[in-house]
């Protein structure tokens, strides 16, 4: 009798078991089995330090370049930088050259620490300055044209900062009164494990989805190198590494 109900019960472990990875290999986007922490991925992109070239496109036209560069100081402190350009379409003109180069900077427990980023325009002789420091609560501003100072602003970084930095700039804030509407919760961010293929290369990787809501505003897919090799948004822009082009 004994014997016959541990059969019994193997024989239902085991169907359990294949019922799961029949829906695995089926229906992996419906399984918890396959979500990871968005804490673990942003580990592994700092542990193995890859380098990211991507290609920006705005449907199927390539439109400019990013380089992410992972690093982690011996303090155990993280810093991703960037850099790259895009060529922006501005209002009643043609396309224009925007040059950026920055970095966000994290502690070892992955919390930000501030930031820093620079934004030229040529054609302009514009420059724009932006740093964050978390610690102090402040975001500087200092924009130059032609290599003369014409704005600079340290502003606090709390519900103060839109009105303010308008007001500032000439801008009166109730021009444009949905700056930052109440009640808006930051997006939801997760991370699972899946396969993509690219120019015919299956790759095993980490996919993280942004939400807004129930709407996926945006998917990036890092290699288990923790390396960036695609990211999808729902605003008609892509990104693709250019080692699978």
């Not at 690219?198 to 993280?208: A, F, W």
Request: glycine share 8%.
């Amino acid at each position: 009798m004994l014997s016959r109900i541990a059969m019994l019960g193997i024989i239902a472990f085991w169907a359990v078991m294949m019922a799961m990875l029949v829906r695995l290999e089926t229906h992996p986007e419906n399984t918890d089995i396959l979500v990871v922490p968005v804490s673990y991925v942003a580990r592994i992109v700092f542990k193995h330090g890859q380098q990211s070239l991507l290609t920006v496109r705005e449907g199927e036209k390539p439109i400019g370049s990013v380089d992410l560069r992972p690093s982690t100081a011996a303090s155990g402190g993280r810093s991703l930088g960037f850099s790259g350009s895009l060529a922006m379409q501005l209002p009643l003109a043609s396309r224009h050259r925007l040059n950026f180069d920055g970095a966000v900077d994290l502690d070892s427990a992955l919390r930000g620490l501030g930031f820093h980023v620079d934004l030229t325009m040529q054609e302009y002789h514009y420059r724009l300055s932006v740093k964050g420091d978390a610690s102090r609560k402040t975001l500087a501003c200092e924009v130059t044209q032609g290599g003369q100072r014409a704005f600079s602003q340290t502003l606090p970084m709390d519900a103060t900062l839109g009105p303010a930095l308008l007001q500032d700039l000439g801008i009166e804030p109730t021009a444009l009164p949905m700056i930052a509407p109440a009640g808006i919760s930051p997006p939801a961010v997760s991370a699972r494990e899946t396969q993509i293929t690219l120019h015919g290369e299956q790759l095993e990787v980490y996919q993280v989805s942004v939400r807004e809501g129930t709407a996926i505003e945006a998917d990036f897919f890092v290699t288990e190198l923790g390396q960036l090799v695609l990211a999808k948004t729902n605003f008609g822009y892509s990104l693709t590494t250019a080692d699978y082009e």
